[in-house]
């Protein structure tokens, strides 16, 4: 696990060769969207597709600073929950309620990625039970300040960023704000796990924590940092879904193992030190583009569930065959 | 990963030995004609409070449930796990106030596992201080022996919304019954569309029989009218996921008609026809507001079959008739099942209540409302 | 969880983590007492309100006794609902209320459980693909598999094996006797025999136990043939209480994420190697007081899921808090 992130100079094929197998996959799976269904090239089509997977995508790239930093965080669906319901609670139908309720929910977010921080770096909860325990207690909290069932609704100024599009665009004619989000987001969390200082010791805590600790990183300051990025980010994920879909209590179940999935679609290291935001974000898209092909192809749910899982535990195998081979 | 596959090919041959007639009875003729008659047919009691009206006139004699308050009503809830049973719920804890009698309300949670409702009704049991036993079974077959169990302790037992496999509790509450929904909502369709018409057919999730039956109602309706099923899909009662299926649709051809089983997720199909910026088209739903607001807003053909929450009261009532001693609708108390149809769409809107306020909870009267429920004045 | 040179437990003094679940579990029963006493409802300090409370969470402690071995050997188990979920509807449509078919049934329940483990085991050690993934994915493979056959309550247990689940001794229900002797037996083979030593050897340290000379690819498997064993058994109950199975029994009753939360309160470390059986049966036990506790006190539905949460998190904490392992 002393890998380095050094790229080795190397012949165009080897190149070639080290092209994450996400990206074949995402590319393989909308080929085969296109030839089902023509009416995907149509800029609606695509474009819906693209609107869909923004708040996964988005999701699973804060999620990977967790993964990558040797954790887990399953409070995230429960975090997208909360801040659908939590914003439906504080609007009461005032339009300009979004400029104050988003900034205060990525303020609500910093604080829980805290505290799931804190409590695993000092008081030592495993960061699986540590997560589950926030998952559980977010759902709740959102039952309690809702009593259980929607109290009301997101004003049309916050579902702009899930809902809205920009219609007469040259080219493409409608372009969903949610895009802009994606590649925004996409791009700060490309930014600081690839390009700072942060991402590289996000990654030296992953791959060996002690051997980080030595090297003088604030083990403890990195790690918190990484679940405030994953928590933030399921704020930005809930407030396009939300935008997307309308109010409803369990909104966000499920999204913390499809991000999961997800950034082990895109190479992620479960337990740590190795992921990329761009695959991670692939992954999702992959994720969501094997839905969408399963629908077309008009499979029933089951089988959807059957190949789900298949290439779950196909994508790890393959990807620890690769690393074998390849002698790391 | 041959071995993986290899093994669930031999897990699906297991499976498939039996598979097929197994399954419980959701398509039954008489059933549906019954409940077609039920829909249109006379109910006794007060027309203005549909929660004390029932069906037929088998009465169940409660001399021997007797009882000197104050009472201890204890009640074995499957869950508050979606925003209709939160609704219900809230209607039945108003009504309990409106019974002095009644000393104790207890509640007990089941969180929609039957594995804990049954430790769930064991623990009110062993407890030993419930004067009479109101249950919402999370499924029926599996919560009959605890049931039976109640009974057998000499308990009042009133079990309504979803039934039980045995008839020891002194009544069942429950309205007129899935095929009705169905039957409501399929007519509405097919006297809004021409044979040939693709209607999308989109349900929550299989197997819970009030549901199921709401769909082979329909379907069997859609088949004889000659309209065109474009697909049955299951949303989960996920918004995002009900748009998507839809867009997916839309983007294959034209939908004529939405069915739909339960109405949480019915502005959510609306919205992606207004998003493609497509006309909508007849959609179906239920008494949730934001529905019945959008329907009104847009102008589309709707109709709201509902499974009305005012069941919830009419429990707490059976179960203070029983301990007064006053006979009581039974074997079964069958309440009346209306749909809001267009004309009468204003009478139930009410925009200071939550979107997902069921309008059908015969509420309106009560002490607490709206703020109870969540509304305002 | 990179690190390799583990701490040398500490062999002499007080052996807090030892006895922690205990504490805990002593914890609870007094402050159920103290409750019942304060609130007046002093009929629940009964005979039969104790065993109603014990055989609250059969389930759920059979498949706990499980999730203990996955857990002990460093790997973990999330394929358990879906195959109880399995399991039930095995069990009822093989025995379709015919009491000759029982043995059958139960026969090929726990083929079924030993096939997953096998295969949960093999994917695990011989794949290396990480147990989370792994056994999420053979969730969703069970679960479709068996929710395209059923998807609903099928056949029926005949009323002979309804005994299992409602039959007692005077006021002991078989069930509780059951779930007890087989933590006995649980614990007879983490204790004195040579696959139990090993598990604890490869949980402790994979690399150290292959170099001891240990299989551990078989002791993984072992383990986790064990864990499904349980969980079939798990099913067999279930089947019998609710005299019929359903695909979603399992799910609805969370007993995945559930198992793993009473295992690690009573003890089991998440990274392997440390903990045991009656531990683990302290936490199920907590688990079902601290549910009684909220229908006596009658807790808000909603209330009571924030309060779970932070019980997890806190129960976890309380040792954890202790522990010299760098944290994950």
């Known amino acids: ?328 | 990963m041959k071995k993986l596959v290899m093994a669930v090919a031999g897990m699906a041959v297991l499976f498939a030995g039996a598979a097929q007639a197994q399954a419980p009875n959701f398509d039954d003729p008489a059933e549906f004609a019954k409940q077609k008659a039920q829909l249109t047919g006379a109910f006794n009691g007060p027309a203005d409070s549909p929660w004390l009206q029932y069906a037929g006139d088998a009465m169940a004699d409660t001399a021997k449930f007797k009882k000197d308050g104050p009472w201890t009503i204890c009640f074995s809830n499957a869950g508050v796990n979606n925003p209709w049973r939160v609704v219900g719920y809230t209607d039945m804890t108003e009504e309990v106030k409106n019974h002095p009698e009644i000393g104790t309300f207890t509640h007990v949670d089941a969180e929609g596992s039957d594995d804990k409702q049954i430790a769930d009704i064991d623990d009110l049991l062993a407890g030993g201080t419930c004067s009479a036993l109101i249950v919402s079974p999370n499924s029926t077959a599996a919560l009959t022996p605890a049931v039976e169990k109640a009974c057998a302790s000499g308990l009042p037992v009133i079990v309504f919304d979803r039934g039980v496999t045995t008839d020891c509790p002194v009544t069942f509450v429950h309205p007129v019954g899935g095929y009705g929904f169905g039957i409501q909502a399929g007519e509405h369709v097919i006297a809004n569309t021409s044979a040939g018409a693709n209607v999308l057919m989109l349900r929550i999730l299989p197997g819970v029989d009030v549901l199921e039956t709401r769909a082979s109602g329909a379907r069997n309706m859609f088949k004889e009218a000659g309209l065109n099923i474009l697909g049955e899909e299951f949303t989960d009662g996920d918004n995002a996921k009900t748009k998507s299926i839809v867009e997916d649709y839309l983007q294959r051809g034209t939908i004529d008609a939405v069915w739909m089983d339960a109405g949480a997720t019915a502005v959510a199909a609306v919205e992606a026809f207004e998003d493609a910026g497509v006309p909508v088209p007849v959609v179906t739903g239920e008494d949730q507001q934001d529905y019945l607001q959008k329907w009104k807003a847009l102008g589309f053909k709707g109709i709201a079959p509902t499974y009305p929450t005012y069941q919830w009261r009419t429990a707490i009532i059976a179960a203070v008739n029983t301990l007064k001693g006053e006979a009581v609708p039974g074997p079964e108390w069958v309440l009346p099942q209306p749909a809001i149809t267009q004309d009468v769409l204003d009478q139930y809107i009410n925009e200071k209540m939550p979107p997902l306020h069921y309008a059908m909870c015969g509420c309106e009267g009560m002490p607490g409302y709206p703020e109870a429920w969540g509304g305002t004045k | 969880m990179t690190d390799t040179t583990l701490p040398a437990p500490r062999r002499s003094g007080f052996r807090f983590d030892r006895y922690a679940s205990g504490f805990l579990l002593l914890a609870s029963i007094v402050l159920y007492v103290g409750l019942v006493v304060v609130s007046g409802q002093t009929k629940y300090l009964s005979v039969d309100n104790l065993v109603s409370i014990l055989g609250r969470s059969i389930t759920l402690g059979i498949t706990a006794i499980g999730q203990t071995f996955a857990i002990l050997v460093a790997s973990i188990d999330l394929s358990v609902a879906s195959l109880i979920s399995a399991s039930a509807v095995v069990t009822s449509v093989v025995m379709n209320g015919e009491p000759s078919m029982m043995l059958p049934a139960i026969l090929a329940v726990l083929a079924l459980g030993a096939v997953v483990g096998l295969i949960n085991g093999l994917v695990i050690s011989k794949l290396e693909v990480n147990p989370l993934i792994a056994t999420l994915g053979m969730s969703l493979i069970i679960q479709g598999v068996l929710s395209a056959f059923y998807n609903n309550f099928a056949g029926k247990v005949p009323v002979e094996f309804q005994i299992f689940a409602y039959g007692s001794v005077g006021i002991v229900p078989y069930s509780l006797i059951f779930m007890f002797v087989l933590a006995g037996l649980a614990w007879f083979v983490l204790r004195f025999t040579r696959f139990g030593s090993d598990i604890y050897s490869v949980g402790g340290n994979k690399d150290a136990a292959r170099n001891a000379g240990i299989k551990t690819s078989g002791v993984i498997i072992g383990a986790h043939v064990v864990c499904s064993l349980c969980a079939a058994i798990a099913g067999l109950y279930l089947a019998s209480r609710l005299r019929s199975g359903a695909p979603w029994i399992g799910a609805e009753g969370v007993y995945d994420l559930e198992s793993i939360a009473v295992v690690v309160i009573g003890g089991t470390i998440l990274a392997g190697g440390r903990g045991g059986i009656w531990g683990t049966m302290a936490g199920v036990i907590i688990f079902s007081l601290i549910d009684s506790i909220f229908n006596v006190i009658g807790m808000d539905a909603f209330v009571k899921q924030v309060v779970r949460g932070i019980i997890i998190v806190a129960a976890v904490a309380f040792y954890a808090v202790r522990s010299k392992r760098p944290v994950s």
């Open chain 1, 1 to 328: 696990m002393t890998e380095q992130t050094l790229s080795t100079p190397g012949s165009a094929r080897r190149r070639l060769l080290q092209i994450n197998p996400v990206y074949v996959l995402l590319v393989a799976l909308l080929v085969a969207i296109v030839l089902l269904n023509p009416a995907f090239m149509e800029p609606q089509g695509y474009m819906n597709y693209l609107k869909r997977a923004a708040a996964l995508a988005i999701l699973s790239g804060g999620a990977l600073y967790v993964i990558v930093a040797g954790g887990f965080d399953l409070s995230v669906g429960a975090m997208m929950t909360l801040t659908v319901i939590g914003s439906s609670m504080l609007a009461s139908n005032d339009p300009n309620s979004t400029y104050w309720i988003i900034p205060l929910m990525l303020g609500i977010g910093a604080l829980v990625g805290l505290i799931n921080g804190l409590v695993v770096s000092y008081l030592r909860v495993p960061s699986l039970i540590a997560t589950l325990g926030m998952m559980i207690t977010l759902t709740g909290v959102a039952f309690v300040w809702s009593g259980g069932a929607p109290r009301g609704y997101l004003p049309d100024t916050f579902r702009f960023f899930g809902r809205f599009n920009i219609t007469g665009v040259p080219l493409v004619n409608i372009f969903p704000v949610a895009i802009i989000c994606l590649v925004v987001f996409g791009l700060i969390l490309w930014w600081g796990m690839h390009r700072t200082n942060l991402g590289r010791m996000i990654h030296a805590i992953g791959d060996n924590q002690r051997a980080a600790r030595l090297a003088g990183v604030p083990v403890e300051r990195v790690r918190i940092t990484a679940f405030i990025v994953s928590s933030m980010s399921a704020v930005v994920a809930g407030v396009i879904l939300g935008g997307r879909a309308g109010v409803s209590v369990d909104i966000g179940s499920g999204y913390e193992l499809q991000a999961i999935t997800a950034a082990v679609l895109g190479g992620a290291q479960l337990l740590g030190g190795r992921g990329s935001v761009p695959a991670a974000m692939a992954g999702a898209l992959a994720l969501e583009a094997i839905f969408t092909l399963l629908n077309l192809l008009g499979l029933p749910q089951p089988v959807r569930q059957v190949v789900q899982g298949l290439i779950l535990i196909g994508a790890v195998a393959l990807a620890m065959y690769r690393r074998k081979r390849t002698g790391r």
